[in-house]
């Protein structure tokens, strides 16, 4: 038999979130938006974090590891993605593909562990206060954190592979904005069964593990606060829990409405849109919700502004005299 005749991929090209031409530079100003909010935003909390005395606490070290990971994610994801809106052809080689899929698994699986790690954290601050300092010492949060970080990369590692072990030598047009493992596995002329399982099973155990551990850390903290004599301390800690598990609420409800479900009912366009909130919104959104509604935070802002605009003021003193 004669060989047969396969042209192997070597690009692919991304759909977008919009194939409009009209819509390519208002999303473009939209995303650009959100995306210097995430920095901003991200990289605010990581140096009050670092620089301030009264945040050098467990719970501050969690949440500057989680602004690492919502800069991380969204910088892999939105600098591809503005300029691909300035372009008529939006290709992407494949290795840059690959490496693209291989940040986001490691960020992305990384993130939902350490919400994980955040919700346990307060969970014993609030029912086993006395504890606290003990069971969550320094070295216990070094050791979590570099778990988190280690599981994370074998995940991004391990699934990356079995994506792009695939043939892909048909269509290599992506229907998504960044390169995805189920639109990349729609494109593929092999048998698809091995790493769609991986997908799966590694997804939804991520997610649904994670998950179980926040829900029941939260349902404790629920309990812990019912018992507070006083209406106005319970209103309080109910407000604060409530802005948390808004977050975790959306966050982990994308997530499980993207991975988690049948091919069968999966549709790349509501993807694309679900994906956008995980990838860009999220981020943007975690540094309000988890900090600057934090006395203690605002309080370490204040300050900072305060020792940023002094040395300022001295300067134009000395200048205008």
């Not at 280690?150 to 991004?156: E, K, W």
Request: hydrophobic share 50%; glycine share 4%; charged share 10%.
């Amino acid at each position: 038999m004669a060989p047969e005749n396969v042209t192997r991929v070597t690009e692919f090209i991304l759909t977008g979130v919009s194939d409009s031409p009209e819509l390519q530079f208002p999303l473009f100003l939209v995303f650009l938006v959100l995306y210097v909010l995430t920095m901003a935003g991200n990289l605010g909390i990581i140096t009050l974090t670092s620089v301030d005395s009264r945040l050098l606490t467990p719970m501050y070290f969690f949440l500057r590891q989680l602004a690492i990971i919502n800069l991380g994610n969204s910088t892999v994801i939105a600098p591809k993605m503005l300029i691909n809106f300035l372009l008529k052809k939006k290709t992407t080689s494949f290795y840059e593909c690959a490496t693209q899929l291989g940040g986001f698994l490691f960020f992305i699986v990384s993130e939902v562990i350490m919400l994980a790690l955040m919700a346990y954290d307060r969970y014993v601050a609030i029912c086993n206060p006395l504890l606290y300092m003990v069971v969550v010492s320094q070295r216990l949060c070094l050791l979590l954190v570099s778990l988190t970080y280690l599981y994370g990369f074998s995940t991004a590692i391990v699934v990356s592979s079995c994506v792009f072990s695939m043939s892909y030598c048909s269509s290599n047009v992506i229907n998504h904005f960044y390169c995805d493992n189920v639109p990349l596995l729609a494109l593929s002329c092999s048998d698809t069964y091995l790493p769609e399982t991986v997908v799966f099973v590694s997804a939804a155990t991520n997610v649904v593990g994670s998950l179980i551990i926040v829900l029941v850390s939260y349902f404790n903290i629920a309990l812990s606060i019912l018992k507070i004599r006083s209406s106005e301390g319970r209103r309080k800690a109910f407000s604060t829990c409530a802005s948390h598990m808004m977050a975790v609420t959306i966050f982990y409800g994308t997530l499980l409405f993207m991975y988690v479900q049948p091919r069968s009912n999966h549709s790349l366009d509501t993807d694309k849109m679900a994906s956008v909130f995980y990838t860009l919104v999220i981020p943007m959104l975690n540094p309000l919700i988890y900090s600057l509604r934090n006395k203690d935070v605002k309080s370490a802002l204040q300050k900072f502004m305060t020792n940023q605009c002094y040395p300022l003021k001295q300067c134009n003193f000395k200048w205008y005299r």
